[in-house]
C-alpha cells in the first residue's frame, strides 16, 4: 500500500489540470486516485469548458482513473454550489482522501476561498502550479508531448479563429499582448486528448462552433448566482467536440 497521501484531483478535462497531475508526480508525496469534475446537470456538459460528458468520461478511462462527477446547474447560486460541494467531498473523505488537488496559478482570492471551504471539512487544497510560470508551464506541457485543442474562448479577449485550435507553441505565439499562455484569467480553456499519462489518445471529431451570450437570470430564485449583477464578461465562443 502507498504511504504517500492519498489524493484526488479536480479535473477540468484541461492542460492546467494535467499538468497539477504531472507535477504531483514530480513531487511524490501525494497519490492521485480520482479525478473529480462539475459538470453542467442542464446541457450534460462540463462546467465551464463545455466539454461533452461522453469525452470527459473517455478520458478518464483512457487515464484509468475513477472519475466523480458533481453535478449543478448552470445558475447555481454560491451557497447552493458550498451544500453541494461540501456532500461530495464528505464522501470523498469517507473514502478516506485527505488532499484535494487544484490547477490553479495565481488567482489568489479562489486559492483563499477554496482552502477556506476545505479546511471546514478537513481536507488539504494542495496547488502544485502555484506562482509558477505561465509561459514555462504552458511550454512545458507541449514540449512534454501532451495534445490539446482549445475548446471554449472568451470574445472579449479572442477571436472565433483562436476557438478550435491545437494548443501549439504556434498557438502561444499569436496570442495577443495580454492574453496569459494557461487562460488563466479565463481568456480560453482547453481538453487534453493525448500524452504520457494516456493509455491511447481519446478520439473526436470537430462539430459546430458557435458563440454563446449569457445573461443574469430574471427569475427571482435562490439559485441565480447572477442576481444583482449589471456586466460581467458574457460572451465565448465554445467548439464542440463529438466523440
Sequence with gaps: MSKNKKAYLNWSSGKDALMAWHHILQDGNYDIQKLVTTVNKDFKRVSMHGVAIELLEAQAVSLQLPLHQIALSGNVSLQTYNETMQIHTGQLIDEGFTEAVFGDIFLEDLKNYRE???????????????????????????????????VCTSAKELDASF?????????????????DPCGENGEFHTFVYDGPLFKQPVRFEKGEKIMRSYKPSNKNEEDDCFKGQTYWDNQFWYQDLLK
Excluded: M, S
Design 116 to 150: 477556506k471551504e476545505l479546511r471546514k471539512i478537513g481536507l488539504n487544497a494542495i496547488f502544485p502550479l502555484w506562482k509558477k510560470d505561465t509561459t514555462t508551464l504552458a511550454k512545458e506541457f507541449i514540449n512534454l508531448g501532451y495534445k490539446a485543442i482549445v
Design 163 to 179: 476557438c478550435g485550435r491545437e494548443f501549439t507553441h504556434d498557438f502561444l505565439q499569436d496570442l495577443p499582448e495580454g492574453v
